[in-house]
């Protein structure tokens, strides 16, 4: 009997084991270690016909030395032309790779921004409409995300072209007289960026607004406050939870967004993305593309740290 | 006098909501909608839709390219679905059964991370691990298996925050009742747990599916040569130019998944009415035939 009960926990133990190591191994294979590879990768030479995955290690006997290679990095931040090679010279942030995480992190304020002009009402209005016709309303915000991304972003395409349905309405209305390039600029990017990053906003804002008492509001309006202050000084700050995750649920996929500046972006709006993507298959220089992503990582880690500071907060704060 | 203005406001008030949620929703249903009526024109014209005619889905079914990368992307979106449900299970049941063990904190930030890191991020950094592999056992080549082990990475994060909500919600008392009957805990988890969690399940796979049919970024960097998705191919054409066979292939997706849902939404009011009918049914049982003790 106690051998067998000793068995059973052994058993337990082990299938308890099992189920944490399944995960477990899996995230720590595919998730954790390409981040150590990226990391040591960014680090090693560039140079032509070098190795990258080459060991960092040189041992020779008696004595060894670790290659490390800070060049990537220095390149991303200055101008090795103009600039002193290998040091802070005069060409700190003239690079194309600056300019590239300045246009990404501008794009990816301006799609957050507009999101949350879009959004916010668009959630305030779901979370007062009638209960009886809240699911079917959130259903179709849902809807075309189930509708393939990529589509959805080229029919923009289409909308937005010289002689795209927007311009032909616009000019059948009298409204313009000649068509406005609006495809190809950062108007069609934005507009790109804001459609498909908009219901990220929305839904974090609504599951917020929609569990707000809004006997609140009443009650400042009898104590005299108008509609529109009661808005500012009650309905805003009750909802900044949810306008802080949906702000990071937009801002971070937007900073590293690929597709739709290649679809609908101009010429002169590189972001980073695609500088990596260049980096990486174009010029084949994979330790700079690498050290280019690590420098995203940190640029996005900085909101993500903001963010968690922000939720874990406000998740105390239910506790008490 | 002032009972009337504020009646205005109010009016004013409702008639604003409407109308900013109808033009949100025309924001968001315009691309759709282009999309379906473009499929139908007679000439690539973007602009002027010059008459009605089916050629472009005939384009589409005679491009060899779109319809491979058709099968292909099914096949990688079923396994990506179906593994992503099982990894996402054994996450959601670690973070919300096992609370106490060495590295929870390490576990929880790696579940999560995937959700909010750039795509262009993790294809770039498996692409590196994958080379690596491939290096030094001289197996996977590029191609299928690498993109699927890349969608499932970020498939299983969604999938376990889909079953990891639904998993807290399951009454604990139900397992601890299947266990002092004597089931041993691998059957109490597929005989009560399971079947608790099975439309959180169903969800997950959808998402994940959805996610993997969808994907491009990942696709991009794992793929090898010869081998390409849907999307792929759909972007490389976005690329070049207008191409209404795409808008073909759009409108067919669409209709297939708002059949897809329209059934799901069917299905699951004739589960709740049944469930409702059910326990409407028990509680009139229960009045007709009092309990002997409590009456006693």
């Known amino acids: 009997m106690k051998v067998s009960s000793w068995f059973q926990g052994f058993l337990f133990n082990l299938g308890r084991r099992f189920v944490i190591g399944v995960p477990y191994v899996w995230l720590l294979l595919f998730f954790v270690l390409p981040f150590l590879i990226l990391l040591r990768i960014s680090v090693t030479d560039m140079g032509n016909g070098v190795d990258p995955f080459a060991p960092l290690i040189d041992a020779m006997p008696g004595s060894w030395r670790i290659k490390l290679r800070h060049e990537n990095y220095f390149s991303i931040f200055s101008d090795a032309a103009q600039g002193a090679v290998g040091g802070l010279g005069g060409g700190f942030g003239n690079t194309i790779y600056m300019e590239a995480y300045a246009i990404s992190l501008k794009y990816a304020l301006l799609t957050t921004l507009s999101c949350l002009l879009i959004g916010y009402p668009f959630a305030y209005f779901l979370a007062r409409s009638r209960p009886s016709v809240r699911p079917a309303l959130l259903m179709l915000v849902m809807l075309p995300f189930w509708t393939s991304f990529l589509l959805r972003v080229y029919a923009w395409k289409g909308i937005l072209a010289d002689q795209g349905v927007l311009n032909n309405l616009l000019l059948a209305l009298g409204i313009i007289q000649e068509p406005v390039v609006m495809l190809y600029t950062n108007v069609s990017m934005l507009v790109g960026m804001t459609y498909v990053y908009c219901p990220f906003m929305i839904l974090p804002l609504y599951a917020n607004l929609v569990k707000m008492d809004f006997r609140l509001l009443e009650a400042a309006h009898d104590l005299g406050a108008s509609r529109w202050k009661a808005f500012w000084l009650i309905t805003v700050p009750l909802s900044k939870s949810g306008i802080i995750a949906g702000s990071m649920l937009v801002f971070i996929p937007s900073v590293g967004e690929f597709v739709i500046p290649s679809l609908l972006g101009g010429a002169e709006n590189i972001m980073i993305g695609r500088v990596v993507w260049d980096e990486m298959f174009s010029s084949n220089n994979w330790p700079r593309a690498a050290a280019l992503a690590v420098v995203m990582i940190v640029l996005i880690l900085v909101p993500l740290a903001f963010y968690y500071r922000a939720s874990s907060g406000r998740g105390a704060h239910a506790e008490s | ?29 315009i691309p759709l909608f282009f999309l379906i009526i473009f499929s139908f024109n007679s000439t690539r014209q973007d602009g002027v839709f010059t008459g009605f ?49 060495t590295g929870r904190t390490l576990f929880y930030g790696m579940v999560n991370a995937p959700l909010v890191m750039p795509e262009v991020i993790i294809g770039l950094s498996l692409l590196l691990l994958m080379v690596a592999v491939q290096r030094t056992l001289g197996w996977p080549d590029r191609g299928f298996i690498t993109i699927v082990t890349g969608h499932t990475l970020l498939g299983m994060a969604y999938a376990t925050v889909v079953i990891q909500s639904r998993l807290s919600e399951v009454d604990r008392s139900l397992e601890e009742a299947a266990m002092d009957l004597g089931c041993r805990p691998v059957q109490v988890f597929f005989l009560v747990t399971l079947p608790n969690i099975a439309p959180a399940l169903v969800s997950a796979w959808l998402l994940t599916f959805t996610l993997s049919f969808d994907d491009v970024v990942i696709s991009e960097f794992l793929s090898g040569p010869g081998v390409t998705t849907l999307p792929q191919v759909i972007f490389s054409y976005a690329r070049r130019g207008v191409n209404p066979s795409i808008y073909a292939a759009a409108t067919l997706l669409i209709a297939a998944v708002s059949l897809g849902i329209i059934t799901y939404s069917v299905l699951m009011l004739r589960r709740q009415k049944r469930l409702d009918r059910e326990i409407s049914a028990a509680t009139r049982s229960e009045q007709a035939f009092p309990d002997p003790a409590a009456a006693g």
């Open chain 2, 1 to 29: 006098m002032k009972s009337q203005t504020n009646l205005l406001l109010r009016f004013a008030e409702n008639n604003l909501g409407r109308l900013w949620l109808g033009l949100v929703y025309l924001f968001l249903y």
């Open chain 2, 53 to 101: 005619s089916l050629r472009w889905y005939q384009a589409l079914l005679s491009d060899s390219r779109l319809v491979e990368g058709f099968f292909l992307s099914l096949k990688v979106a079923l396994i990506t679905g179906t593994l992503s449900v099982v990894l996402g299970c054994f996450a959601a049941f670690v973070l919300v059964r096992y609370l106490r063990f």
